[in-house]
């Protein structure tokens, strides 16, 4: 069973920055992703990593978004440059099956 745990959301200014951080225990894992879900909105995919080192980003984030791991794929990261107020969601660390209970970002002034 394996368990993902986010941190590092807040409250932060448009143009702003934060780091997410997702830790996975209980198991090894993989492909490592983030996903966030803004409210009446449908989870949107936002990044991911693979063992490797792939990258692969959604639409709205790229550029602005970068997601990098180490512990073997145990801890993954996003840093977010340049938020915008629509980038304000509860941001999802995703493998397999297993989701973490979120993290709240939000971009205000």
């Known amino acids: 069973q394996v368990q993902l745990v986010e941190s590092g959301g807040g409250l932060v200014q448009p143009g702003g920055s934060l780091r997410l951080s997702c830790t996975a225990s209980?198991?090894?894992?993989?492909?490592m992703e983030w996903y966030r879900q803004a409210p009446g909105k449908q989870r949107e995919f936002v990044a991911l990593?693979?063992?490797?080192?792939?990258?692969n980003y959604g639409d709205s984030v790229r550029g602005r978004f970068t997601v990098s791991s180490d512990n073997g794929q145990n801890r993954v990261y996003l840093q977010m440059n340049g938020l915008k107020p629509e980038d304000t969601a509860v941001y999802y660390c995703?493998?397999?099956?297993?989701w973490g209970q979120g993290t709240q970002v939000t971009v205000s002034s």
């Open positions: 995703h493998y397999g099956v297993y």
């Open positions: 209980g198991g090894s894992v993989g492909v």
């Open positions: 990593i693979t063992t490797t080192g792939t990258t």
